[in-house]
């Protein structure tokens, strides 16, 4: 690329580069010619990547999909469907139960989700943990699991570990004295009601997971949840 | 070809590349996303202070082994995997050292404190401690990361900073000394910074230039992938929107508003989702606006209505959703978009004359390289009684302690007549010439109020509340008492002040500028000097 200096080459109506100090030396010139080269190359990779990444499929993202995906993961992962193309319109309510060692004593249905909403209520700043903890780690479970509960991706056995941890830790003020040998988890699905939507389909929905043993299932990290939380 | 067509096509090219090695693009907009998103992760750490072990400490419920065995299910590896899960291995102790520093890392970040270095230390504070938990965040958190890598590569401490700020000192400070070595060439030259360049060896300059300007290049590069990943988010947002039936059918925003997760005032919201036509227009808008955001921020006259749009959407969401670090996050990136010349101004409207003067010669272009001190602007007068010797000390301590952008000027050196003061009004109370001649004269505590907020952080503010009515009224009150019993407090000696006043007052009265008043005989020589170097 020259380095082609225009004299005073500004277009009329803007202001002049202030102070401009010419390069005078050809590898100074190569320098700074070779940096803007290599500043375009990125700039211009970089916002196709994230373009294709973020683009509906279409021939040209699954063609180059790993490629796009080892440039953009993990640093520039990014994901702006919130609320597209439909925002949920559903409530969720997550409730969980508790077996209690050793004689398998029950705890009755506990609401998880009105913990979250009894935090947020007229409240202007909520926190992290009230408003992405436990949607995040329901929706996280079902993206890696399908509908009979077996696990589909990488990280399904994670995001079960998870979920049941943040079961425990709500749990762990309703269970008195016991220690909590498996947990239930089931969430109540009631779709919003608007046009087009029939009462029976505004009915709440249940879906009840299978028992999960904390001890059996989790290796650790989960065991250590109940003593701690 | 045509080869005129042929040269002209190369010089637009030169141009545009001269434009892109020398020029910082939106470098007050970048002064103000540093700022922005400095503020906002202080504030966010702030608030997560109480919860901040059971989010990302050594117990919490994401524990450092689900952690682990994340980012081997997400397959990352190498320098990324160790960055990512970096939080992830320490103990309760080491992880408040860390919380604590990424807090004082956000501080440094906002106040521009070595602004390249720190901006990499805010980079890793922030993907670290994000990606500690990566369930708990949001589309703010998205931004915010995502940023904080981008703003490394920017020059986003060249306004607003104490960067600037030492910068400015120090090239006041060269160029006063160079004014009193009597080194009147110095003054048409650009300036002692570029004077001390052209000292070192030759190759030196030129591998500071060149240097310079690949800094400038990336800068560019940043700015403009910043902009492009904000429009891919609204893009990205609007068009998929496009997709939704409910966005279609105008019932979006009413299902937004009953769900249950996002419902801090149902009151507010229930009342809001009764009114569907207005819930459909804002939907619609939304999309709109949304959609067309990619195209509409290279159209001026729709750039701005979109972006007032975008305000009110963000301010929505904050206060019904409950999500203000999300919104604000937003925001700050909106502020890219709008023109240098916006922001100076806003700049000069926040932080006063006072501020401007100081960093008069800071102005750079892009890096360090001073331009020379700008030709100081007309300034107004506050007229006080040299004779007392109470005033003079005031004037003194209001002149070293605030700095004020204003000429002192002893009613006794002035021509009263030609400024329409009589003796009477001048010796009862400080008089505020201001630089318009139809504008009114103000007396006492408007006048004391008016120099204040000339003045440098943090007497501005205090200033702007002294002219606000109930305060005004104490301040008025207040001045009145100290005036009438001034000749009983201390450094009252008028004829002591009388000396010193003339002395120093001519010194004062040279950048009358107008000519009108002689500035008198010992000072003169020093006085055209400065008066030379402003013209």
């Known amino acids: 690329m020259s380095a082609s200096t225009p004299g005073s080459g500004t277009a009329p109506g803007r202001e002049p580069a202030l102070n401009p100090r010419p390069l005078t030396r050809s590898w100074s010139r190569a320098l700074v010619g070779g940096t803007t080269l290599a500043v375009l190359l990125v700039v211009a990779l970089h916002l196709a990547a994230t373009f294709l990444y973020n683009a509906p499929a279409n021939p040209v993202s699954q063609r180059y999909a790993s490629s796009v995906n080892r440039w953009m993961q993990p640093l520039f992962t990014q994901n702006w469907q919130l609320f597209a193309p439909n925002p949920v319109s559903e409530n969720i309510e997550i409730d969980a139960r508790a077996s209690l060692d050793p004689d398998g004593r029950l705890t009755g249905w506990v609401n998880l989700s009105a913990q979250d909403e009894a935090a947020e209520l007229g409240n202007p700043v909520p926190g992290h943990i009230t408003e992405n903890q436990l949607r995040n780690a329901w929706f996280q479970w079902l993206d890696t699991h399908d509908s009979n509960g077996n696990p589909t991706g990488a990280n399904a056995d994670v995001m079960q570990k998870y979920l049941m941890a943040v079961a425990l830790e709500r749990l762990s003020g309703h269970v008195g004295r016991g220690t909590i040998g498996s947990v239930q988890i089931r969430a109540i699905t009631t779709l919003i009601p608007g046009p087009g939507r029939t009462p029976a389909q505004t009915a709440p929905q249940t879906r009840t997971l299978d028992w999960w043993s904390v001890t059996h299932n989790s290796s650790d990290s989960s065991v250590t949840q109940v003593g701690t939380g | ?535």
Not at chain 2, 276 to 304: C, D, E, M, N
Request: hydrophobic share 50%.
């Open chain 2, 1 to 535: 070809m045509n080869p005129g067509l042929l040269s002209r096509a190369l010089w637009w090219f030169g141009d545009r590349y001269e434009t892109v090695t020398t020029r910082l693009i939106a470098a007050r907009g970048l002064a103000v996303l540093r700022i922005g998103y400095g503020t906002l992760w202080v504030l966010f750490l702030l608030r997560e202070w109480g919860e901040r072990e059971a989010m990302w400490g050594p117990d919490a419920t994401w524990s450092p082994a689900l952690d682990r065995a994340y980012a081997t299910g997400s397959g990352w590896s190498g320098l990324l995997r160790a960055w990512f899960t970096a939080v992830a291995g320490l103990t309760s102790a080491e992880f408040d050292l860390f919380y604590i520093a990424a807090i004082a890392v956000g501080v440094a970040f906002v106040l521009g404190w070595h602004t390249r270095i720190v901006s990499i230390l805010f980079a890793f504070v922030v993907v670290a401690l994000e990606n500690r938990a990566p369930l708990l965040t949001d589309g703010g958190d998205n931004v915010l990361t995502l940023m904080s890598v981008y703003l490394v590569f920017t020059a986003c401490g060249t306004h607003w900073s104490l960067d600037a700020r030492r910068r400015g000192l120090r090239a006041n400070a060269q160029a006063r000394a160079a004014l009193l070595a009597g080194d009147l060439a110095a003054q048409s030259s650009d300036s002692a910074l570029d004077r001390a360049v052209e000292y070192a060896p030759d190759w030196r300059a030129e591998l500071a230039e060149a240097r310079r300007r690949m800094a400038i290049v990336a800068h560019n590069g940043a700015v403009l992938v910043i902009a492009a990943q904000i429009c891919v988010i609204y893009g990205t947002a609007g068009f998929l929107k496009v997709q939704g039936s409910m966005w279609q059918n105008g019932s979006a925003l009413s299902y937004v508003l009953r769900l249950n997760w996002f419902h801090p005032w149902p009151g507010l919201s229930a009342w809001l989702a009764g009114h569907a036509i207005a819930i459909a227009i804002a939907g619609y808008v939304t999309v709109f606006v949304q959609a067309g955001f990619p195209f509409i921020v290279f159209s001026p006259r729709l750039k701005y209505p979109a972006l007032a749009v975008l305000v009110l959407m963000h301010v929505s969401i904050a206060v019904l959703l409950a999500l203000p670090f999300f919104s604000a996050i937003m925001l700050v990136g909106d502020a890219i978009f709008l023109p240098d010349r916006f922001w100076a101004a806003v700049g000069r409207r926040l932080l006063g004359p006072a501020y401007a003067q100081s960093m008069s010669a800071g102005e750079t272009n892009a890096d360090g390289i001073s331009t020379g001190r700008q030709p100081a602007a007309v300034r107004p007068t506050l007229v006080f009684d040299g004779d007392c010797g109470f005033c003079t000390a005031s004037v003194h301590i209001l002149e070293s302690w605030c700095r004020p952008d204003v000429r002192f000027v002893p009613w006794q050196m002035l021509d009263l007549a030609a400024h329409g003061l009589t003796e009477q009004q001048v010796s009862k109370a400080v008089q505020w010439l201001p630089v318009a001649a139809d504008a009114p004269i103000r007396s006492g505590a408007a006048a004391v109020a008016r120099v204040l907020l000339r003045s440098r952080w943090p007497w501005r503010p205090i200033g702007a509340l002294m002219l606000v009515p109930p305060i005004s009224w104490l301040a008025a009150g207040a001045y009145h008492l100290i005036s009438v019993n001034r000749y009983r407090l201390p450094g009252s000696t008028p004829a002591c002040a009388v000396a010193r006043e003339n002395a120093v007052s001519a010194q004062r009265l040279g950048d009358l500028g107008g000519g009108a008043h002689d500035a008198g005989s010992g000072a003169g020589r020093i006085e055209l000097a400065e008066r030379d170097h402003a013209d």
